[in-house]
Nanobody
Framework: QVQLVESGGGLVQAGGSLRLSCAAS????????MGWYRQPLGKQRELVAT???????NSADSVKGRFTISRDSAKNAVYLQMNSLKPEDTAVYYC???????????????WGQGTQVTVSS
């Protein structure tokens, strides 16, 4: 069984930094794209940043220049370094990945359980 587990959320003052981590575990053959999404309270889930298996990254305009996504393929992990945090970055952050399990010819999309990030003003 494949699962994604996030860590690193918490409470931080505006202007501060946090680093989110997400590790995939289980019966994994390969991982394609990985990414981070967030969902502010009462709002829809939105893309934050994604990174391909080759390391090409993309991020939302709202976080460009402040957030950096990276991955460690050997550890099946993806990270989100968040700097210059703003109150509007407050949300539950979710890890996402396209994973091909062993004994499967297909990639499936998986979500983590989410980690809360709260930025105080």
């Amino acid at each position: 069984q494949v699962q994604l587990v996030e860590s690193g959320g918490g409470l931080v003052q505006a202007g501060g930094s946090l680093r989110l981590s997400c590790a995939a575990s289980g019966s994994i053959f390969s991982i394609n794209a990985m990414g981070w999404y967030r969902q502010p309270l009462g709002k829809q889930r939105e893309l934050v940043a994604t990174i391909t298996s080759g390391g090409s990254a993309n991020s939302a305009d709202s976080v460009k220049g402040r957030f950096t996504i990276s991955r460690d393929s050997a550890k099946n992990a993806v990270y989100l370094q968040m700097n210059s945090l703003k109150p509007e970055d407050t949300a539950v952050y979710y890890c996402n990945a396209d994973i091909r399990p062993y004994r499967s010819g297909y990639y499936y999309n998986y979500w983590g359980q989410g980690t809360q990030v709260t930025v105080s003003s």
